[in-house]
């Protein structure tokens, strides 16, 4: 049963009264109580309400790692807005474009970013407030940028007077998140406060969150995941602990370190760490709860978390970031799980109390149980449409028969359901790929691809896939007579995020063709398997 | 077999490197100092490839339990490590 809704600065200011010398934050080495992050909160906030230049529902957090980040965001929030994560691991010119499609005014930016921020600011036309922590800033910034404003998040003066902005409604922001696009631009996925007040409510039940819970903060904030680390920490007063940038691929020692409590990973974390023997009997005393979520999680992996986090319980989450970070879950048991799964994958499991499902074929009707068909997801999780696309949202947000006018989003993910009600990830119906946990359209690389070599017969193949997981991708090019394989990884590299850009590019012949005359990409798979 | 040395082990991975890294321009400057993840040479999943090249090399398993990530994902170190502490 869903508590009544409250906005997300509630649970966090909820804890600032309740623990406010209470660890919230380590990040960088430093630890913030939850009254030092409170300062830094409202800080921000009173510099966003009282500079911002036009009224826009959105701010933009350009921020990683770092006390600017996880404040910037809880400071846009509290200000009365949502906010909108880009990521300095990005290209330039994907984090100007995700600005742009976004419309924000305002650019929270942590001093990581400060190297990159001339470079972004130059090719931004519409004026905008930057918010920046210190006036210790590049020299020459301010004069060249003067179609900018700037404002110093230090020399914002503490407001005993200032609201926060408590008074949020289901239907006010919360994030507007970028995932890959199919035509190559990628598209903003916004969620409700609403959205993530219902997920947060279910999972603090569920795992009965507590003050003593040290959470993980693994996920980068372009990463919806990163949602849950933080406002189910922030809710019940939890610390949330940030792995630093070269802990993120092997994060054992800051688990034991850290003696958390919570952990919550992509798969392929629970992978590299098994590969590599970090995940000895018992090595994670401390965790009460491993969840994975982001990209099929392999029985093995499951079972060996298992072993080295005993007094853990392990959960299988799954969602599209379109129905708020996840919406499903299976629990791990090793006793009967095993039988549970399909090719050795876990099974994706029930979804949520109080939200709905239907697995369906091509015309929206529900098939048989045990039949495999597209997921469509419907309730209080689940966002409504995407950002200024109507075209998309009509496509992906639909009615269903005999639904009345509730509204469903067609994931693209092949499902079956168990004879234990569990649902399993059978595979897709488009061209969507995971990397790394991350959403990727093949279409998006291709059509930089295309650009970058002058040509349109490109195609790009997730590659190697291991675990039901792709690591990466490779592309074939034809109709060319050489290839400058650097020039074109470098424009990819300029455009697409690492974990986009081709790890090779081989020039064919010509593209083979299936008897539907569509590029065959497993054949083009059988070819990368015999090169290997 | 014959053990191997570390200076011979910094030579086979930093060829290994060369052979395998993601990044044409980085690859080309990898040297015994240079960290394999920032530098972006490596990602995650070639790094493991990689520990298991060294395991296959030095004939023991790697161990990293207790080693911080900045030092073994340099070259220098992660070859010291791997002859230090890897057990058969």
Known sequence: MQTRFRSLVSGFLESVE????????????????YSDLHQCVCRIASAIHENEREAFPYVAVWAHRSQTAYAGVLGAIAAGKGYVP?????????????????????????????????????????????????????????????????????????????????????SSLAYLLFTSGSTGVPKGV??????????????????????????????????DLSAHDMFVCWERGGSLHCVPEKSVMAPAKFIRDHQLT????????????????????????????????????????AQSWQ??????????????TEATIAIAHYRWEAENSFEDCVNDIVPIGQVFEGQQFRVTDSRGESVSFGNPGELCLSGSQVATGYWNDPEKTKKQFVRLPGADDQLWYRTGDLVRQGAKGNLCYLGRTDQQVK??????????????LRRACGTDQVVSVPWPVRNGSAEGVVAFVSGLKALDQRHILAICGDALPDYMVPKKIYLVDELPLNPNQKIDRGKLSNLLEGVA | MR??????????????????????????QVSETTNLLESGILDSFAFVDLVLFIEKCTQKKLDLVDANPEEFTIVKSLCHLALQNGHK
């Open chain 1, 435 to 448: 990397i790394r946990g991350y959403r990727v359209e093949l279409q998006e690389i291709e059509a930089v």
């Open chain 1, 18 to 33: 309740r623990f406010p010398n209470r660890t919230a934050l380590v990040v960088d080495n430093e630890s913030l109580s």
């Open chain 1, 86 to 170: 880009l990521n300095p691991k990005f290209p330039l010119e994907r984090t100007r474009r995700m600005l742009a499609l976004s419309g924000c005014t305002v650019l929270i930016v942590g001093k990581e970013c400060l190297p990159q921020l001339p470079g972004l600011l130059q090719t931004v036309d519409r004026p905008l407030t930057v918010i920046l922590e210190t006036p210790d800033i590049l020299p020459n910034l301010l004069s060249q940028n003067s179609h900018h404003q700037f404002i110093f998040v230090e020399q914002v003066r503490d407001r005993e007077g200032f609201s926060l902005r408590e008074g949020a409604t289901p």
């Open chain 1, 262 to 301: 919570m952990w919550f990973s992509v798969p392929s974390v629970a992978g590299l760490l098994m590969k590599m023997h970090l995940l000895s009997s018992n090595c994670f005393p401390s965790l009460r709860y491993s969840l994975f979520c982001g990209e099929p999680l392999p029985a093995s992996y």
């Open chain 2, 3 to 28: 053990a191997v040395a570390e200076q011979e082990l910094i030579h086979m991975v930093i060829d290994w490197v060369k052979e395998n890294g993601l990044n044409d321009a980085s690859r080309a």
């Open chain 1, 307 to 320: 072993e080295a986090a005993p007094n853990s319980v392990v959960e299988n989450l799954y969602g599209p």
């Open chain 1, 190 to 223: 916004p969620i409700s406060q609403g959205n993530v007040w219902a997920y947060v409510d279910y999972i603090c039940r569920r795992y009965e969150v507590n003050e003593h819970d040290r959470f993980s903060q693994q996920f980068d904030l372009t990463f």
